[in-house]
């Protein structure tokens, strides 16, 4: 099993398994790997995943629960969710946001369900009403700095469908500055400028 934490664009693996993926990166002289299971190793990942010089990260360790909730400890959990929304003509809406084309997504309220937050954020950041929850795709973790906690974002994703008639209003205090239907074929134009978190949910719904 892998976890993936992205540090900006860098991948962070916590794995307990070198598969295929992984493998590329053990070898690489800009990839850190780790296996000692403990407080002072997991500060050190982290730490070293901060550094410009390196571009990837391999924890291992056998037991996946239990490294996945010691790296948990130390940041602040930060709750969202998403949607990768299809519209009748399987165009897939994009919107472009503080320099990047992203996917609309947000935190997650006191007492509200994974499901009402991708529906709700989605509604807020697009403007679109009749929308229909569809199947989850995967979930995404990302680390950033905020008022000087570290926080760790852990975003589930879901299939949306929405209708292309309807009039797309992008949410310009949340700095959305423009909405696009996108044809599939277009997507790796676009990925070009796009976190790699969100490539990995386009990777995991099989249109990148």
Known sequence: ???????????????????????????????????????????SMIHEMREEKVHAGIFYH?????????????????????????????????????GKWDLPKGKLDRGETIEDCALRETKEETGLVDLKLGKPITTTYHTYD??????????????????????????VNEQITKLEWVKPSALKEYSRNMYASIKEVLKEADYL
Do not use: C
């Not at 794995?15 to 053990?26: A, K």
């Not at 850190?32 to 299971?37: A, Q």
């Not at 905020?146 to 929405?162: D, M, N, P, V």
């Open 146 to 171: 905020e008022s000087g906690k570290h926080i760790l974002k852990e975003t589930y994703w879901f299939l949306i469908r929405a209708k292309k008639e309807e009039e797309l209003i992008p949410q």
């Open 1 to 43: 099993m892998n976890l993936k934490i992205y540090f900006n664009d860098k991948p962070l693996f916590l794995t307990d398994n070198i598969d295929s993926e992984i493998e590329p990166f053990v070898h690489h002289d800009d990839a850190v790997f780790i296996d000692e299971f403990s407080s002072p190793g997991i500060k």
């Open 62 to 98: 056998d037991k996946i629960d239990e490294l996945k909730k010691a790296f948990w400890k130390k940041f602040t959990i930060v709750i969202a969710a998403g949607g990768l929304l299809l519209n009748e003509e399987q165009e897939i809406l994009l919107m472009f946001r503080r």
